[in-house]
């Protein structure tokens, strides 16, 4: 067996181990990619001729990059659950705190990424830290549902704490009540200026 012989070999063990994954597939966009591939595989299956394998293989790596883009596995682990506007209303309408502003919050925190790690280990759609969330009664850290409901509760608290002042309440969701209160205002931590800045500016928006 030469080289080109062993890269085609090479070639085909790849694909077929597409081929055994591609149930995680978008299901509307992949029968092109699974009939041309059924198509070339069967084609092997019949075929005997060293030749008629590499057309084949030929054949699936003729597909265009965007084509091969659009069967890639779907991102669907990662996207927020699609009742997360809802657990966002009930934990507005319970805490009494704008939808609006938890939206805000949690775009700047977590990008709607429920899995979301900081570097400092805050997790999920509210970036809470450990301590604060097992306060707050959380068991799951990463449900979505809990991890909203504790980080409204919390920026209540903050909002209580500070006289409804959203940009007091946001500097204590980000650098802590205490140096809220040592500073007299929002601390001068550039990460906090620029995280009250960047959440205010999308709750007035």
């Given at each position: 067996?030469d080289?080109?012989?062993?890269k085609?070999?090479?070639?085909?063990?790849?694909?077929?181990?597409?081929n055994?994954?591609?149930?995680?597939?978008?299901q509307n966009?992949q029968?092109?990619f699974q009939?041309i591939f059924e198509?070339?595989?069967?084609s092997l299956?019949r075929?005997?001729d060293f030749?008629n394998?590499?057309?084949a293989v030929?054949l699936?790596?003729?597909l265009?990059s965007?084509?091969?883009?659009r069967f890639?596995?779907?991102?669907?682990?990662?996207?927020?659950?699609?009742?997360l506007?809802?657990i966002?209303?009930?934990?507005a309408?319970i805490y009494?705190?704008p939808?609006?502003?938890?939206?805000s919050?949690?775009?700047h925190?977590?990008?709607?990424?429920?899995?979301a790690?900081s570097?400092?280990?805050?997790s999920?759609?509210?970036?809470?830290m450990?301590t604060t969330?097992?306060?707050?009664?959380v068991t799951?850290?990463?449900d979505?549902?809990?991890?909203?409901?504790?980080?409204?509760k919390?920026?209540?608290q903050m909002?209580d704490?500070?006289n409804?002042n959203i940009?007091?309440?946001?500097a204590a969701?980000n650098?802590?009540?205490?140096?809220?209160?040592?500073?007299?205002?929002?601390?001068p931590f550039?990460?906090?200026?620029n995280y009250?800045k960047?959440?205010s500016?999308?709750?007035?928006?």
């Amino acid at each position: 067996m030469d080289i080109q012989q062993l890269k085609i070999m090479i070639d085909l063990k790849a694909l077929n181990g597409m081929n055994r994954t591609n149930s995680t597939y978008n299901q509307n966009n992949q029968s092109s990619f699974q009939e041309i591939f059924e198509e070339a595989i069967n084609s092997l299956s019949r075929q005997n001729d060293f030749q008629n394998k590499i057309g084949a293989v030929r054949l699936l790596h003729s597909l265009q990059s965007t084509d091969i883009e659009r069967f890639q596995p779907s991102a669907a682990t990662n996207e927020v659950p699609k009742n997360l506007d809802e657990i966002i209303t009930r934990a507005a309408d319970i805490y009494k705190i704008p939808k609006k502003l938890i939206q805000s919050i949690i775009q700047h925190e977590s990008n709607f990424n429920p899995t979301a790690v900081s570097h400092a280990g805050a997790s999920g759609l509210m970036q809470l830290m450990p301590t604060t969330a097992k306060g707050l009664g959380v068991t799951d850290i990463f449900d979505p549902e809990q991890n909203v409901f504790a980080g409204a509760k919390y920026m209540k608290q903050m909002l209580d704490k500070f006289n409804g002042n959203i940009d007091l309440a946001l500097a204590a969701y980000n650098a802590g009540p205490g140096n809220v209160e040592k500073y007299g205002g929002i601390p001068p931590f550039t990460e906090t200026r620029n995280y009250v800045k960047k959440v205010s500016s999308s709750y007035y928006t």
